[in-house]
């Protein structure tokens, strides 16, 4: 779930926990071999390596160190940092009490939710901020909340949402009876069948027409939060412009219309997917692996940098994955950006690109893509090499770069830092082109009105 966006960012049925045997089997994974995930545990995985041995041979007697004791219900914050070599582990928290998760956020107003999150807006140290709650039963190396919780305050730039600060408390029976009181008349008022949205257009009736806080109670309830449960308050930048993918389809912001024209439309799309790319080449350079890519996990915030009154910011790291290469995983991404050996079990960062490449197609066509297909039809078409065809009055250059991002073969697919290049060379060019025409047609005035001077002037 994104931070300050619509419903319909996450809460998309189209998002898969894991591959069904045998999807993708015609798929080009390319030669090298991923290196295979740790799988959930519990327990802390003890590396096996050569100078691992080679130091327990030399000291026989070292006595290894207890595993931790699994943490009590209580309050994380994020470690201050975790470097690139480094496995999403639960050590990397710690610990502090439930009442602390929310204590000093006010106003909390409905935003948008999914299946497991929910995303509010509120203030925090007077600040207006986006609060996401994620919910999962575990911290293991593949919980959401775990990589909520950590990566998004590991990544710092212009061009991906801040993450200000993380808590995750695990729910007990005694704090869950404290928020929700000691009556079942509180617990029916809110009402675990109760929905943020009814889609009635009146809204709650309980609260004001100007919005209102929401209860930490009815967030828990609505997100069906139980005993054992993980709770992660993720407190980040709130992006007032909504998502891309509102962009695309409410306000047709890289369309011609009478706002602008096609060209002034064509910078606005080579300067957001610029700033998308961007701040996937950062990612890309820290080891991580978006693994799910789309223009609802794309958000803009208002600025004045040009004519658009916008930047784009990457947001929802809770598929991503630390990789220095090409991994095994059972998650899955939004199936219809998938590159085919996604749907195989593997990624790497050139699986980011063929999302970047199906983004870009929706961008210029303002189109889902494989609108009419199941999702059965999406995996066939795209293991078999069927992609969505681009349109014939396309940027040249643009249909370039956007069939080079969808090779089938990953080892085809352009890193980040040379579709960054090319989505510059590209404005750039449109620019040029604009300052020839008028240097053109400057030119033909003057020699028009030098047509009808005195021959003698010459």
């Known amino acids: 779930m994104r931070a300050g966006c619509s419903p319909e960012q996450e809460a998309s049925g189209e998002k898969v926990a894991a591959a069904p045997a045998g ?76 009442e602390e998760l929310v204590g000093d956020i006010k106003d909390l107003a409905f935003i948008g939710n999914g299946s497991f ?45 801040q993450t200000y600060t993380t808590r995750c408390a695990l729910m007990d029976d005694e704090s869950l009876h404290a928020i929700h009181g000691a009556t079942e008349d509180a617990r029916r008022l809110s009402g675990d069948s109760l929905r943020f949205v009814s889609g009635d257009g009146f809204g709650d009736p309980r609260h004001k027409a100007g ?47 009478p706002r602008w024209n096609k060209r002034i439309a064509a910078r606005a799309l080579f300067r957001t997917a610029r700033e998308i790319a961007l701040g996937m080449q950062h990612l890309h350079s820290s080891n991580i692996l978006h693994g799910d890519l789309k223009p609802g996990n794309v958000l803009l915030t208002s600025a004045r ?87 014939p009055d396309c940027f040249p250059h643009l249909e370039y770069l956007g069939k080079r991002c969808t090779a089938h073969n990953s080892a085809d697919r352009p890193s980040f830092g040379e579709i960054v290049k090319e989505l510059e060379d590209m404005e750039v060019m449109l620019r040029e082109l604009l300052q020839a025409t008028r240097e053109s047609a400057g030119m033909n005035v003057v020699a028009g009105s030098s047509s009808h001077s005195d021959p003698q002037q010459g």
Not at 31 to 46: D, F, G, K, M, R
Not at 121 to 132: C, D, E, M, R, Y
Not at 149 to 161: A, E, F, M
Not at 358 to 382: A, F, H, R
Request: proline share 7%.
């Open 23 to 98: 999807a993708g089997a015609g798929s080009n994974t390319g030669s090298q071999q991923p290196a295979i995930e740790e799988q959930p545990s519990s327990e802390p995985q003890e590396e096996s390596t050569d100078e691992a041995s080679q130091e327990k041979q030399e000291k026989p007697n070292l006595e290894l160190s207890p595993p931790p004791v699994l943490p009590l219900p209580g309050c994380y914050t994020h470690s201050l940092k975790l470097t690139s070599e480094q496995t999403l582990c639960q050590s990397n928290i710690q610990l502090c009490h439930p």
């Open 117 to 161: 999150a929910a995303v509010f807006k509120g203030l925090w140290q007077g600040a207006k901020v986006a609060i996401k709650f994620v919910v999962s039963d575990s911290l293991n190396s593949n919980s959401v909340t775990l990589r909520e919780s950590l990566l998004g305050q590991l990544l710092s730039h212009p061009n991906v949402i």
């Open 211 to 257: 919005g209102g806080t929401i209860s930490v109670s009815n967030i828990l309830l609505q997100l069906q939060v139980k005993p054992g449960q993980y709770v992660a308050v993720v407190i980040m930048e709130y992006a007032d412009r909504g998502t891309l993918q509102e962009a695309i389809y409410k306000r047709q912001v890289f369309r011609e219309s």
């Open 305 to 391: 940098v040009d004519r658009r009154g916008f930047i784009a910011k990457l947001a929802d790291f809770g598929l991503s994955h630390v990789a220095h290469g090409p991994i095994a995983t059972n998650t899955w991404g939004t199936l219809r950006y998938m590159a085919p050996e996604h749907f195989s079990g593997t990624m790497s960062q050139a699986t980011d690109v063929f999302a970047f490449g199906m983004l870009l197609w929706e961008m210029v066509t303002g189109k889902k893509p494989y609108e009419n297909m199941t999702q059965g039809e999406v995996i066939q078409s795209v293991s078999q090499g069927l992609r969505p065809q681009w349109p």
